[in-house]
């Protein structure tokens, strides 16, 4: 039996989930907010409990999980790094970004999928920050959807994966960024982004200088070996096919085209495309915003699990790999079953 907690975004008490804190002390498991997507959690320092979270999701053994602290002396104490590395992560916490660190042996090996680095992050949402606090523990949580789903950003979302699967869900309204963190390798001379999210490379320039962009990130190849969470296998899948039409200067009669192929099909479209569709009698909804591509990421999975239960194909029209476009893009490329 899942008990589940609801609480506003205007709430400023948390004290109701002090029993929560405590079971999860006890090994209980929790959906519970963050900033980028929904998480499933449990105590990040116990095999037992970490366990419960891959037979939740269904999630291969070998897909590391994200260790969830407070601050920057709980990555100190969890992982290694350099005083001057220290210093440059401190510009981004607490907010949607993961380093990957070499590990200290405080960490189960399950938790990083027994390689010796951790992903680890500071999530800047007041409830997971309440949760870590009180329970003076680190929290390893993936997103909580069932493996291979399209994360969860809503209330319902976690509610029709994982009810009945975990022990507690708090739910609390939607999110900021609505996709998932942005993930660096830190381990290497030159850092190396595993996974875009809400810090986009021109911001992780700004910061580390150069970054290497490895091809798996744009889905010219699949990672070889899942170092991060979301770099192998397929991820963010609907129930029905999602067909990606890659961005060009002919993508709207292309994407009719492929409209007009399949049958019962909606387009998820640029804000200043809607009206090409309208005219042509093709069902559509506005995605997002070519002049504000986070719009994109926060509409992202909401729109892909809503019309998955409305229709048989999905056709999304692709945007530009540049800002927060990379990790849009990122997410509909490993979510879709053919891409044009």
Do not use: W
């Not at 708090?170 to 595993?194: C, K, N, Y």
């Not at 021109?202 to 200088?209: A, C, I, P, S």
């Not at 070889?224 to 969470?229: F, G, M, R």
Request: glycine share 6%; net charge neutral; charged share 25%.
């Amino acid at each position: 039996m899942t008990k589940i907690v609801s609480l506003s975004k205007l709430d400023k008490d948390f004290s109701i989930l002090d029993e929560i804190c405590e079971e999860i002390k006890r090994d209980k498991t929790v959906v519970f907010p963050t900033e980028t997507v929904y998480g499933l959690g449990a105590n990040g320092l116990s095999e037992n409990a970490v366990k419960k979270i891959y037979v939740a999701k269904g999630r291969p053994s070998d897909n590391p999980m994200i260790l969830h602290v407070s601050k920057t002396s709980d990555i100190e104490k969890y992982s290694y790094i350099s005083y001057e590395k220290l210093e440059l992560i401190e510009k981004f916490i607490p907010g949607p970004i993961t380093f990957v660190l070499k590990k200290k042996n405080m960490i189960p090996d399950i938790v990083t999928a027994y390689r010796d680095t951790v992903a680890i992050r500071c999530p800047a949402h007041p409830i997971a920050k309440y949760l870590i606090n009180q329970t003076g523990l680190p929290i390893a949580a993936p997103s909580a959807n069932l493996s291979g789903r399209p994360s969860p950003t809503l209330p319902e979302h976690v509610i029709e994966d994982m009810n009945g699967k975990v022990d507690y869900i708090i739910t609390a309204g939607s999110l900021i960024f609505g996709i998932e963190s942005t993930v660096i390798d830190l381990t290497e001379r030159v850092p190396v982004l595993l996974r875009p999210g809400p810090i986009p490379p021109e911001m992780l320039k700004d910061v580390f200088g150069d970054i290497k962009i490895p091809d798996f990130i744009y889905g010219k190849k699949e990672a070889d070996v899942a170092i991060a969470p979301g770099m192998k296998y397929r991820h963010y899948a609907t129930k029905i096919p999602l067909i990606l039409v890659e961005l060009s200067d002919d993508i709207l009669e292309r994407v009719l085209n492929v409209y007009y192929e399949n049958k019962n099909t909606i387009v998820l479209c640029d804000k200043k495309n809607y009206k090409f569709y309208l005219k042509n009698n093709a069902s559509y909804d506005v995605l997002g915003s070519s002049k504000n591509y986070y719009e994109y990421a926060i509409n992202l999975y909401e729109k892909l699990r809503k019309y998955e239960n409305m229709f048989d194909n999905i056709i999304v029209e692709g945007i530009k790999d540049e800002g927060i476009g990379i990790a849009v893009m990122n997410r509909l490329r490993k979510a879709a079953s053919s891409i044009i």
